[in-house]
Structure formats: structure tokens, C-alpha cells
């Protein structure tokens, strides 16, 4: 006790050097200085963060108000030329909602069923457009559709509204949902704007059909999974399954939603990684198969070649037991390219057997797979000998048109069926296009006109 008291006293006399007390006084004042320049800086940061999150969700509330707009007036108009101009105003704005739903910090499954939505509106506008251009009415059944489209449409804009209402009125701000993420969303949102989301995601698969993935993909949905082999399995194993497509050390927390009774019942769970970046999954509850992967992070580069970016995904496949997949079309946005891919057996190609995957072209990572059209079809076809020879088949051909190649292939029919066709691709007059001769009967099934775009091959 002497000696700390002995310290005590000689450090009291040291205070009372002027030297001792003015460097103590300095390194204090400076501690301050920058602990108020830290406070300033941080403060400046989150104000500009919060400016740019206000950006981009009334962008989205403005962009979505637009898709609400033009489906209500493709819905109102008669002439396929109005139409196709309504529609092509749907598929850009559905595209830059997504975009700036992407900027939004939020890690919630709401909201990442709210992109699904948005990116199924756009695809299928588009694929009503491209028959419009061919002066074609609408059918019921795509008026059906639509007005379907446009009631999510109604709900999601009435729910962003809310939201919107709910900022303005500071009961939300976007610093509090990106530090507690979904359950600051799920307490501060109104029960308005949470029901609203709750809903949408309930219906989801009421339109799954919608998805426009390429030729023939409104006819992939079968009420028989032959595909979905496999005996069920508990949460537990869908959770194991769903880690399993990344690498375990980069994986943060797993978080469950779920089972899901949709067009395939699933279990579904989302995913945060080490590098701040999000993924949600779907597991078949039958056989554990994956049906749906999608990974959210920026992509500021591109730097591997589309022919790259295809090996890399037919690898991925392969280590997944998807064999002899043959890529068909394929679409570029944001850095990422999607590609679909169809079954080959005995070089005969399945379209009903349909994956997609999506791509990171900065450095070859799988961002995303869907296996819809895979689980709902795949198997081994009782292929036969074609009754139409391909030169037989060719004499239903116009003579005018250039043949560039010639398969057989396997198209689903929309009386869930399938039938065995010739393929030939080609080109006249400066359309490419594509045949298809059933080769049963030497009757024409199809025609479909491609549109090759710097972003990608489309068919219509």
C-alpha cells in the first residue's frame, strides 16, 4: 500500500509541471478533434447512404406504378399494334424496377419474391409482344394472364406506397432495416405493407407458368414430376442440401421459411455470406433436389467470354448430375448471363427437359439455377426410328429458305404431350429462323423467328 500510495503522490507532483499538464491537455483536445471528425464523418456517410436508398425505392415505387399502368391499358386495347407498344412499355419498366430493387439493402425473402415477380412480368410482356408483332389478337387465355398480372401488379403498388409512406413519416429508415435486416422489416413495416408481401409470396406459384424461359416453356409444367425422383426428405437434410451448393467456410447463417406447397412442394431457405452478399434456395421435399438457387451480389465486370461462362455452367451441372446438357438460348444483363439449357439423349434434344443457370462474367461464379422444366419432365424417352426421312422432311420447306443445320428434337406440345420433330435452322432474306417437321407425319409443327441481340438469342 506504501508504494501505491508513494506513486499517487509522485504522479500528483508531475500534474503540476506545466510541461507534463500541457501535453496531457494537447492529447486529450486531439482525442476529441478526432472523435468529432470520426462522429461528422459517419454521420455524412449514412445521410448520403440513406440519399441513395431513397433514390433507388422511389425509383422502384415510380417504375412499378408504370407496369401498373401499361398491363391496365394492354388490357383495355383491341389492336394487336397498341398492344405490342403497351407490352414493350411493361418489359422496360418491369427491367428498371428490378434494377433498382437491387440497391436496396434489405436481405429479405419478401423482397427477393418481389424481383421473381417483376422479372416474370417482363418476361412474359415480352413474349406476348413478339406475338403481336406478327399481328396475332391476344387469346382468352392471355387476357386471363394479364389481368392476373395486373391485380399482383394493384397489390404490389398499393404495398409500396405504404412503404413509401411509412419513410416519409420516419417510422422506418433504410440504416435500421440494413443493420436487423428481415426482422426490422418484418416489426416496423405496417401490417398493411407485411401482409401485402405475405400474399404475393402465397402466389407465386399460382403463375409459375408464367416464366418465359425460351421456346416451348409454357408447355413444361406437367401434373406428373417424372423427374422428381427420390424418396421425401425432413428440413434437416433440405438444409444440409442447400449449403452444399457453396462453399461451407464463405456461409455466415442459414435461415428457414419453410415448407412450401407450390407447383413442387419445397423447402426454402435463405443464406448470408461472409462477404455480405445474400442467396435464397429452394429443396424438393420428394428426392432433395435443387429447383431454385439464386445468389444476390454486384457484378461490376465483365471479364470471361460467354464460351467460358457455358463450360464453367455445363460443369457445374455435370458435378450435379445433370448430364448431357446442351445449352439452346441464353441472355446478358448486369454482367451476368443466363443460359438455358435442354436434355440431349442419342442426339436427339429434349426441350421439355429444361435448366437454367445463371453466371457471373467478373470471374465464372454460378450466381443461380432453376430445374422447373427438368424435375417436371425429365426421363428417358422410348425413342424410335423417324417414319419422314430429313430430305422428305425438307420437301415441306419452303424453297427459299437457306437450311444451316438439321436435328431431331423433342418439343412439347400444349395438350402435354410431346412429339418428335426435325429441327431445321436457317435463314432467308435476313430472318433467321427455326422449323419444325414432325417426323412422324411430315406435318409442319412450328415456326419460330430468332432474334439475336448483343444481350443475347431470343425466339418468338
Not at 409470396?201 to 413444361?220: K, M, V
Not at 409444367?221 to 428440413?235: H, M
Not at 436434355?343 to 421439355?352: E, K, L
Request: proline share 1%; glycine share 4%; hydrophobic share 35%.
Amino acid at each position: 500500500m506504501g508504494k501505491i500510495k508513494n506513486k499517487l503522490i509522485d504522479w500528483k507532483n508531475r500534474l503540476k509541471d506545466r510541461h507534463m499538464l500541457s501535453i496531457i491537455v494537447v492529447l486529450f483536445s486531439i482525442i476529441v478533434i478526432l472523435g468529432l471528425y470520426t462522429y461528422k464523418k459517419q454521420r455524412e456517410y449514412r445521410q448520403a447512404s440513406e440519399n441513395a436508398y431513397n433514390m433507388a425505392f422511389y425509383e422502384v415505387v415510380d417504375y412499378v406504378q408504370n407496369v401498373e399502368v401499361y398491363l391496365a391499358k394492354s388490357l383495355i386495347t383491341n389492336s394487336p399494334a397498341s398492344s405490342a407498344e403497351s407490352l414493350t412499355n411493361v418489359w422496360r419498366e418491369a427491367n428498371l424496377a428490378q434494377a433498382y430493387l437491387a440497391q436496396l439493402p434489405i436481405d429479405s425473402h419478401e423482397l427477393e419474391n418481389t424481383a421473381k415477380f417483376l422479372n416474370q412480368v417482363s418476361d412474359y410482356s415480352y413474349s406476348l409482344y413478339t406475338k403481336n408483332l406478327k399481328e396475332e389478337e391476344l387469346s382468352d387465355e392471355d387476357m386471363d394472364n394479364l389481368t392476373q398480372l395486373h391485380q399482383y401488379s394493384v397489390e404490389l403498388e398499393n404495398t409500396l406506397n405504404q412503404l413509401s409512406a411509412d419513410i416519409n413519416d420516419g417510422r422506418i429508415s433504410w440504416g435500421e432495416l440494413t443493420d436487423e435486416g428481415t426482422v426490422a422489416f418484418a416489426q416496423q413495416v405496417s401490417n398493411i405493407s407485411q401482409d401485402s408481401f405475405d400474399n404475393l409470396e402465397q402466389t407465386f406459384h399460382e403463375y409459375s407458368g408464367l416464366i418465359y424461359d425460351g421456346a416451348f416453356s409454357e408447355h413444361i409444367t406437367t401434373a406428373e414430376k417424372v423427374g422428381l425422383t427420390g424418396d421425401n426428405i425432413d428440413e434437416e437434410t433440405a438444409k444440409n442440401k442447400a449449403t452444399e451448393l457453396f462453399d461451407s467456410n464463405s456461409i455466415k447463417e442459414v435461415t428457414s421459411y419453410g415448407k412450401s406447397e407450390g407447383d413442387i412442394t419445397s423447402y426454402d431457405f435463405g443464406i448470408s455470406f461472409n462477404d455480405d452478399s445474400t442467396a435464397t434456395v429452394s429443396i424438393s421435399e420428394k428426392g432433395g433436389h435443387v429447383i431454385y438457387m439464386n445468389k444476390n451480389r454486384d457484378v461490376t465486370a465483365e471479364v470471361i467470354s460467354q464460351e467460358e461462362a457455358d463450360k464453367k455452367a455445363k460443369e457445374y451441372l455435370e458435378a450435379r448430375g445433370f448430364k448431357n446438357m446442351r445449352e439452346t438460348y441464353y441472355l446478358k444483363q448486369s454482367g451476368i448471363v443466363t443460359i438455358n439449357y435442354a436434355y440431349q439423349q442419342d442426339d436427339v434434344i429434349m426441350y421439355a427437359d429444361l435448366i437454367k443457370v445463371k453466371v457471373a462474367l467478373d470471374n465464372g461464379e454460378i450466381l443461380g439455377i432453376e430445374t422447373t422444366g427438368y424435375l417436371n419432365s425429365h426421363k428417358e424417352r422410348d425413342l424410335k426410328e423417324p417414319k419422314v426421312t430429313v430430305e422428305e422432311a425438307k420437301e415441306s420447306l419452303n424453297d427459299d429458305l437457306t437450311i444451316e443445320s438439321e436435328e431431331l428434337a423433342m418439343i412439347p406440345t400444349e395438350w402435354k404431350t410431346e412429339v418428335l420433330c426435325w429441327e431445321f435452322e436457317g435463314n432467308v432474306e435476313g430472318l433467321d429462323f427455326i422449323v419444325y417437321v414432325n417426323a412422324e407425319t411430315g406435318k409442319e409443327e412450328d415456326i419460330l423467328i430468332i432474334t439475336n441481340t448483343p444481350n443475347g438469342t431470343l425466339t418468338h
